[in-house]
Nanobody
């Protein structure tokens, strides 16, 4: 059974930093795309950052230059270093692991709350 678990959320002041971590268990995901998404109250879930199995990264325009995504295939982990945080970064952050070629799958974690406030 696949499990995806996020950690590292919390309350931080504007301009501060947080590091989120995601641990996947119950399988091997080196061929999957891994990513972070977030959902603020009253808004749809949106992409934050992704990284392919080959290490190619992609970022939302709103976080590019402030956030850094990284993965460790051997450990099935995905991290998100968030610097210069802004109040508009406040959201629940979700880790996703997906494979879009057969066999396809998409697994989500339960999310971790990030609150940026003074």
């Amino acid at each position: 059974q696949v499990q995806v678990e996020e950690s590292g959320g919390g309350l931080v002041q504007p301009g501060g930093s947080l590091r989120l971590s995601c641990l996947a268990s119950g399988g091997t995901f080196s061929a999957a795309k891994m990513g972070w998404y977030r959902q603020a109250p009253g808004k749809q879930r949106e992409l934050v950052a992704t990284v392919t199995s080959g290490g190619i990264t992609d970022y939302a325009d709103s976080v590019r230059g402030r956030f850094t995504v990284s993965r460790h295939n051997a450990k099935n982990t995905l991290d998100l270093q968030m610097d210069n945080l802004k109040p508009e970064d406040t959201a629940v952050y979700y880790c996703n692991i997906r494979r879009q070629i057969t066999p396809t799958y998409s697994f989500w974690g339960q999310g971790t709350q990030v609150t940026v406030s003074s």
